[in-house]
């Protein structure tokens, strides 16, 4: 009889327990994102009282290519124009966004953010760096490493999967995916 090391082969009960392990753990992720304390402590810090919606327009308006306006962060936000025109007016109303018109037409509202808006913005930014290093604080770089990209693919892959919407007929969104 030999010493010999088999080479380790995922068995299929294996792939279900990574699977079951990952969708708790989500679940778990989901919890603690859900709390929403990265944003709720930015806005603690820089412009008590607004909704965590406000911050999320701030966020959409980032990602919105071409002219922001308030149809197009309802739309990014898949939300009903009229509650997007609420949480600009209220950002507009509290100095975090401004109303400018448009080179392009002159009816037409852009929204910019003004400096308190950035500087809620940098504040955001400020505390998920501070979340982060001290919960991967004492991780090797090649973990950092492994953990970034891999995040990274997964999230990427979920994004296109499950998250960009169709219009139906009728305007509203409905989530594409292949389940």
Request: charged residues 30%.
């Given at each position: 009889m030999t010493d010999t090391v088999l080479p380790i082969t995922p068995a299929a009960t294996d792939a279900v327990e990574d699977l079951t392990r990952i969708s708790e753990t989500l679940g778990r992720f989901r919890m603690l994102m859900g709390r929403r304390m990265i944003a709720r402590t930015a806005i603690a810090n820089t412009v008590p009282g607004l909704d965590l919606s406000h911050l999320d327009a701030l966020d959409v308006m980032q990602r919105i290519e071409g002219e922001v306006t308030v149809g197009a962060i309802a739309e990014?936000?898949?939300m009903d124009p009229s509650r997007g025109s609420r949480i600009v007016a209220?950002?507009?109303?509290?100095?975090?966004?401004?109303?400018?018109?448009?080179?392009?037409?002159?009816?037409?509202?852009?929204?910019?953010?003004?400096?308190?808006?950035?500087?809620?913005?940098?504040?955001?930014?400020?505390?998920?760096?501070?979340?982060?290093?001290?919960?991967?604080?004492?991780?090797?770089?090649?973990?950092?490493?492994?953990?970034?990209?891999?995040?990274?693919?997964?999230?990427?892959?979920?994004?296109?999967?499950?998250?960009?919407?169709?219009?139906?007929?009728?305007?509203e969104a409905e989530l594409t995916g292949t389940r």
């Open positions: 990014a936000m898949r209220e950002l507009v109303s509290r100095g975090v966004l401004r109303r400018d018109a448009s080179q392009q037409d002159g009816r037409r509202s852009l929204l910019v953010m003004t400096e308190l808006g950035c500087r809620l913005q940098a504040e955001r930014r400020a505390v998920k760096a501070s979340v982060l290093e001290e919960v991967l604080d004492g991780w090797s770089e090649e973990e950092l490493a492994a953990f970034s990209h891999l995040f990274e693919k997964f999230i990427g892959r979920f994004e296109t999967t499950y998250l960009y919407a169709s219009r139906t007929e009728g305007g």
